[in-house]
């Protein structure tokens, strides 16, 4: 018997026994959605708050409006344990699921990111990573699939600089300054080099890089060279999983000051300062989302599912770490997009052209932050058909022992230059993949 | 009754040195490469070329590459990521400084790159032996991708260090990289470059310079006695098992992926590609591909099953049993049969051919 026919076979007897068992059938075909989380792996500590996030909002859809526009939002999550090829496994298995397949994939995993790139293309499905990825798939016209919304780690690096500049003064204090950079050595942590070289450059301060090698644990040479050598105004962190906490103790063991230790938002997580204990006090990181628990969409999910017992994470305390509040805004974009697609092509599933179509005319104001009880949690989005990033936006944030305080305001990127290295780095690659950039007009 | 070689008579030498000397395994062999060929192709779904089908036959041909090594050679190598990398980046560095390359060529020079490297990094297998060679081939993997990450030359300055592969088309419009690749030419791509080098191994394992390397492998200092020449025998070795491993790398990031970062090759690839081998078999072709049928598709099968049974629970629950059930059956198939599945299916084989009357 054929691998496919024994496939169906059972798939066929699951449906029956599915439907014997008395399962309602649904009145309206649903949207499907498919989830790629770890909530296993060396990194779930990250990833389950995420993964709880993303799938409350949903079902927070479901219990309380049943769905979008009355389509029922079916969710299946696939567990990629952050690893590459199982990843790319779970997006080919979830890609076709439902009635109009997936509407759009969030990888969250740099590397899963690169390897779905071109599949993609070819599926015409919308690929959305916020806050890591590719950077310059902000330009829309060489990604016309890929979105970056809310910010990208190019203008990471340029708001950290930002910020660094407003303590000391402004632009010109920066002149002669010594910033260092401590990175995971991946994809992921090099992302900021290039911008923070420019930027050097521009300003006139010495940058100084170090690579951490996977998985970080060893960083004792590299903070002797920094607290005893070098001795830099400010150290800025792409660091991931293990490598922060053990980071920050190290920064603590050479009396390196922790308010003058930024980390960009994926050294930001509260699973990583717990470990870090009293060491971390004081630490600062980027976030592209804000901070708190008690905003209205976190009321509406304790009320709506965790008093009823339905919510994802395992105790209530959990909704409102960081990341959990990033899962919320990732299914947010996806549930606005959907919202915008069927406003023009009818309440029915989406498919994920249609939903590409409608993240090229994404816009989550200010307003609409405000209906939904996350005004002042998340920053507007508007994106277009030639910009796929946004403002770009992120705020300081501090660890006071216990949770992240807010202390400055969203910070704006220098995005005339980011764009130009958006638009010089996508020419780059639409040359070497052969690939005639759209016409955005 | 069915299986065996009463009645078939070898009358010239060129039948008596037949890979498969018995008529119904030559049958067996004709049906399950038309098998493959023509009707997986016309039955699977994109899903199961281009998601599992893929990646086993390349990773079977990197177990293939370190069976070479390891299995007839006996030379330890941990170093198999590091040289999937150098395959790979050598794709790539080709491919693009030369767009007129045809795939099949940027393929072969990439595997013949890494082929050097792969001599560079035997020279230490001259002095050290066993575990403490892998102990120097692990140098290698962490070496070849520090390399990678460190020097921009290799990904042409790409700010995160990643290499994507152009599109490429084996003759016209049959795409094999890029978005506009059907799964169906990736897997004939793929599925005819692996039949090929497998038959290439099986036709050198059986040559002088196979029987070299067992000698080797079974005990060094006699065959050096015998006048088996230590250097350029041990060399030959890790030059042939590297020129599969970067094959086997190149099309990884060509084929299957399309754009990786260098941590895609990881020490954690190279014992995957180990404990096929393992389990596989060492010493063995069909252990190659028996191995890294059981590496690749069994996880992907225990993380499917509950679902097709209709079962509902939780992901991460599922992701653990899939650890545990794994786990169970690695040590179930070492207990039963320590020489790996190869040897398994050589029992049945045996079996079969007194089949139904065993005495």
Known sequence: ?441 | MLYREAGEFKSTYQADQAILTIRQDRWFMWAMLAFAFLVIPLISSEYWLGTILLPFLILALAALGLNVLTGYAGQLSLGTGGFMATGAFAAYKLATAFPELHIVVVILLAGLLTAGVGILFGIPSLRIKGFYLAVATLASQFFLIWMFNKFGWFTNYSASGVISAPPMSVFGDAFVTGPYATAEAKYLFTLSLVVLFALMTKNLVRSNIGREWMAVRDMDIAAEIIGIKMLSTKLKAFAYSSFLCGISGALWAFVYTGSVEPLAFDVNRSFQILFMIIIGGLGSIMGAFLGAAFIVLLPIFLSNAPHWIGLNIPVDLISHIEFMVFGVLIIFFLIVEPHGLARLWQLLKEKLRLWPFPY
């Open chain 1, 1 to 441: 018997m054929t691998i496919k026919r024994l496939k169906t076979g059972i798939i066929a007897a699951a449906t029956i026994s599915a439907c014997l068992a008395g399962s309602a059938a649904m009145a309206m075909e649903s949207q499907f959605i498919g989830s790629l989380v770890y909530r296993t792996g060396p990194y779930a500590p990250g990833g389950i708050p995420w993964a709880d996030g993303f799938a409350d909002y949903i079902e927070l859809l479901n219990a309380r409006d049943g769905g979008i526009n009355g389509v029922k939002l079916e969710l299946e999550e696939c567990d990629t344990a952050y690893n590459t090829d199982k990843g790319v496994e779970c997006y080919e298995r979830l890609k076709n699921k439902g009635s109009t397949g997936m509407p759009a994939v969030m990888p969250l995993s740099t590397g899963i990111t690169y390897a779905l790139l071109d599949r993609v293309v070819a599926d015409k499905i919308p690929l959305i990573t916020s806050g890591y990825g590719r950077a310059d798939a902000a330009d829309g016209r060489v990604f016309p699939y890929v979105f970056v919304p809310p910010a990208t780690y190019w203008g990471g690096a340029d708001i950290a600089i930002n910020y660094i500049a407003s303590q000391e003064g402004g632009y010109g204090n920066l002149k002669g300054k010594k910033i260092a950079l401590v990175y995971h050595d991946s994809a992921y942590g090099k992302e900021p080099i290039n911008t923070l070289n420019t930027l050097a450059e521009q300003l006139g301060f010495k940058f100084f890089e170090f690579p951490v090698p996977h998985p970080g644990l060893e960083q004792k040479a590299t903070w002797l060279k920094i607290g005893r050598q070098i001795r830099p105004d400010y150290v800025l962190m792409w660091g991931w999983g293990v490598m922060n906490a053990t980071a920050i103790k190290e920064a603590a063991a050479v009396g390196f000051p922790r308010d003058k230790f930024i980390g960009v938002w994926w050294s930001g997580n509260d699973a990583d300062m717990v470990p870090a204990g009293d060491a971390a006090i004081g630490y600062k990181s980027l976030q592209f989302n804000s901070v708190g628990s008690d905003f209205g969409i976190h009321q509406q999910i304790r009320s709506e599912l965790y008093a009823k017992g339905k919510g994802a994470a395992s105790s209530v305390e959990g909704t409102g770490e960081v990341a959990y509040n990033r899962g919320i805004q990732s299914a947010l974009i996806l549930t606005e997009a959907l919202r915008t697609a069927m406003a023009e092509f009818g309440n029915r599933p989406m498919t994920g052209e249609q939903v590409a179509w409608a993240m090229d005319r994404l816009n989550i104001t200010q307003e609409r932050l405000k209906e939904v009880g996350a005004d002042g949690l998340f920053d507007p989005i508007q994106l277009s058909c030639a910009d796929h990033q946004g403002k770009g936006r992120a705020r300081v944030t501090q660890w006071d022992g216990k949770q992240w305080q807010a202390i400055s305001d969203w910070i704006e990127p220098n995005l005339n230059m980011l764009r130009a290295m958006y638009e010089k780095s996508a020419a780059a690659y639409a040359k070497e993949k052969g690939i005639t950039p759209r016409d955005c007009k």
